[in-house]
């Protein structure tokens, strides 16, 4: 039952690492199309870069806590509440950065599409 919660927690992870991951090279992609496109959507643009790159980069640091907290756990040494909390805060960095990005993807590309006739 353990192994499968953590295979189930470190493919969660994986996902959003490689959503996005594709989300920063997709909306890289696009950089070039920016030039016509009015100031708000540059920023809608730049939201949603930096949320998929702090999902990235909170994902690595959910996997470095994760492992950290297993070993700690392994030879009953450190405070279990301190790193419990370290990881369920960057899980939720994760977690909802993620959907920021997303969210924000989705406005920029729904009103890209309405103002770029």
């Not at 907290?69 to 301190?82: D, F, L, P």
């Not at 370290?86 to 993620?98: A, D, E, M």
């Not at 924000?104 to 006739?117: C, D, M, Q, W, Y």
Request: aromatic share 12%; net charge positive; with cysteine.
């Amino acid at each position: 039952m353990l192994a499968a919660y953590i295979s189930a927690r470190v493919d969660a992870n994986k996902a959003i690492f490689i959503f996005s991951s594709t989300g920063i090279g997709l909306l890289i992609a696009i950089a070039t199309k920016l030039q016509s496109l009015g100031t708000c959507i540059k920023f809608l643009y730049i939201g949603a870069l930096v949320a998929f790159f702090v999902a990235v980069c909170s994902t690595l640091l959910v996997h470095i806590r994760n492992a950290k907290a297993i070993e700690s756990y392994i030879r009953n040494e450190g405070n279990e509440k301190a790193m419990d909390f370290k990881l369920k805060t960057w899980k939720y960095i994760n977690y909802v950065s993620f959907a920021i990005g997303l969210a924000l993807s989705l406005v920029f590309t729904i009103v890209g599409l309405f103002l770029n006739k």
